[in-house]
């Protein structure tokens, strides 16, 4: 069982920048598709980006491509989202978000089964 702890969320103006990190422990992260969601206020929760296993593909919402940025560190067994020129409507929930499955299809959205609390991201105008 792996757990997820982020970190990093807090107030900031548009056009700011952030560096989200999420913590794993219970397993290492290495072989495993990692993933930030994000739940804004009264909607759902949506796909933000993902990297791959191997940390050689990353795949972006549309709404973030270009702003946003996902890295991982294996050896620190930590995945970080890199938010630049933040906007009002990226002011959400963020959460970070794995796979049970090694070596699995990072764009199966439905397979990610292990999920963090939540860091709260709030972008004022």
């Known amino acids: 069982q792996v757990q997820l702890v982020e970190s990093g969320g807090g107030l900031v103006q548009a056009g700011d920048s952030l560096r989200l990190s999420c913590a794993a422990s219970g397993r290492p992260i290495t072989n495993y598709c990692m993933a930030w969601f994000r739940r804004a206020p009264g909607k759902e929760r949506e796909f933000v980006v993902n990297i791959s296993w191997g940390g050689g593909s990353t795949y972006h919402a549309d709404s973030v491509k270009g702003r946003f940025t996902i890295s991982r560190d294996n050896a620190k067994n930590t995945v970080y989202l890199q938010m630049n020129s933040l906007k009002p409507v990226d002011t959400a929930v963020y959460y970070c978000?794995?796979?049970?499955?090694?070596?699995?299809?990072?764009?199966?959205?439905?397979?990610?089964?292990?999920w963090g609390q939540g860091t709260q991201v709030t972008v004022s105008s």
């Open positions: 978000a794995t796979q049970s499955r090694r070596f699995s299809d990072c764009r199966s959205l439905g397979e990610y089964d292990y």
